[in-house]
């Protein structure tokens, strides 16, 4: 239904183009050929024809596509706010109007100074008010969507090398910037209304996935802010750019096979990453004495007061924890090997793993085949079912891929995997398996602000952490 919608709003916006063309004395076809149809316009309009080569720039071309249709709005005597934001959201409604309507006739080349001048309009206190914040709510929009974005720290499952009230920006243009895949939504906010509630955005328009040459492809071990694959299940079941944003570390890149053994990850059977910030949680015993909740809370250690004591920590802070003169023991909580845990990936009694003994599995890649059997379908069913959108099902005599019987799949796309640094404390790819490339939203570059809610009057801000990088 998108696509007829959508087909339906282009047949539209060419018709408006086609008549406005031929009143200003151009062949109606020339409206239906892309960056000529620019081209012409620009001609129309008075504008230099070297202007059609911005087109070709990332991020300037949509503020050089939009100003030339205003432009060419604005030949046609249309000067009034409206007129101008109808041409942004409206556009297959009034060119077409305007195209058929007797009244509106081509006056002349409306960027150059003998336009100006043969037609004065003097904007009003109140239109310059609007202007200005229309162009203010486009640009940020743009900016935040495909440049970069703020980003907050919601929970612990990233501390300590990213803690909660970490205020980042988030970078759109390290790989590619996401063109949205559903356009038509309310300016600023994800998927809620502020205020009201209810959805931020109009599934009417819906676009393939698409994405922007970047500066790089995404490195094992990079923070990474991308939507939460799960909501694409009831109740959300939202769209993908309006799932709610996650972030975590890379571990695992297309191609990769990962394992844990005893909470420490292995990347193509080697040692993986270990964020020199990241923690653990470790029962801590003590001669009878306790711990000071205080000197706790001063360390920002999260833990849970009582004998054993939990505490989670990072290496430094366990050496620390060690040495105190009345603990007497501290062993980390790791998961015994073989144990199968409840709601830990694929949630499946083939496979018996936990959060720290997992795999080995093989991350998804581009153009990989993975051959469908007992032993795979378990790991790889949702991944060919919901993110890559085919029919699979199993039958007495094998499995049917869209209605055809097959014995191996080939991948689509490309998939990561995801964890936190908190490894006790995050949800995370153990829980919900990989993360699709059209997932990803950006590169997290550095804390700019960072607000502890715990802090004193004068400690609310860790100055500390201010423009501090991300690794």
């Known amino acids: ?179 949205p895949m559903t356009p038509v939504a309310f300016p600023f906010a994800h998927h809620t209304m502020p205020l009201t509630g209810g959805k931020a955005y109009w599934e009417g328009i819906k676009l393939k996935y698409n994405r922007l040459p970047g500066f790089q492809q995404i490195e094992r071990n990079d923070v990474v802010v991308f939507n939460y694959p799960m909501e694409a299940d009831p109740p959300f079941s939202r769209p993908i750019d309006k799932r709610e944003n996650y972030i975590k570390r890379a571990v695992g890149i297309p191609g990769d096979t990962l394992a844990l053994r005893e909470a420490q990850v292995y990347v193509n059977g080697k040692k993986g990453f270990n964020p020199p910030n990241g923690q653990l949680d470790y029962y801590v015993y003590t001669d009878g004495t306790g711990l000071n909740p205080k000197r706790l809370l001063d360390m920002r250690i999260e833990h849970h007061l009582r004998e054993p004591y939990l505490l989670f920590l990072t290496d430094k802070a366990y050496d620390e924890v060690k040495n105190w003169a009345n603990v007497t023991k501290i062993i980390p909580n790791i998961r015994h090997r073989d144990m199968a845990e409840p709601g830990v990936f694929p949630s499946n009694p083939l496979y018996a793993w936990n959060i720290d003994n997992f795999g080995p599995i093989i991350i998804p890649k581009k153009g990989w085949t993975v051959s469908l059997d007992t032993l795979t379908m378990p790991l790889y069913e949702r991944v060919i079912r919901v993110y890559e959108g085919n029919e699979l099902e199993s039958r007495e005599d094998g499995y049917y891929l869209n209605g055809n019987k097959a014995d191996s799949y080939t991948f689509k796309m490309d998939y990561y995997w995801m964890m936190g640094d908190n490894r006790h404390n995050s949800e995370d790819a153990r829980t919900w398996g990989f993360v699709p490339e059209d997932h990803i939203v950006g590169k997290a570059l550095f804390v700019w602000l960072s607000w502890d809610k715990d802090g004193t009057f004068l400690s609310k801000i860790r100055w500390n952490r201010l423009f501090m990088g991300i690794k």
């Open 1 to 179: 239904m998108g696509y007829i919608v959508f087909a339906i709003i282009l047949v539209l916006i060419h018709f408006g183009l086609w008549k406005l063309f031929v009143k200003a004395g151009r062949h109606g076809w020339e409206s239906l050929i892309p960056i000529y149809r620019e081209y012409v316009i620009a001609k129309i309009t008075g504008r230099p024809g070297w202007w059609i080569a911005l087109l070709l720039i990332p991020i300037v071309n949509i503020f050089i596509f939009f100003g030339l249709y205003l432009d060419l709005v604005k030949s046609f005597g249309k000067y009034r706010f409206w007129e101008h934001a109808a041409t942004i959201f409206l556009p297959f409604v009034v060119l077409p109007f305007w195209g058929n309507d007797l009244k509106t006739a081509y006056l002349g080349k409306s960027a150059t100074p003998e336009f100006r001048k043969e037609h004065p309009y003097k904007k009003s206190v109140a239109r310059e008010w609007a202007d200005a914040i229309v162009f203010a709510v486009v640009a940020a929009t743009l900016i935040r969507g495909f440049l970069i974005e703020a980003y907050m720290i919601p929970t612990g499952s990233m501390e300590k090398s990213l803690l909660v009230g970490d205020f980042l920006f988030v970078s759109k243009l390290n790989y590619g910037p996401r063109v």
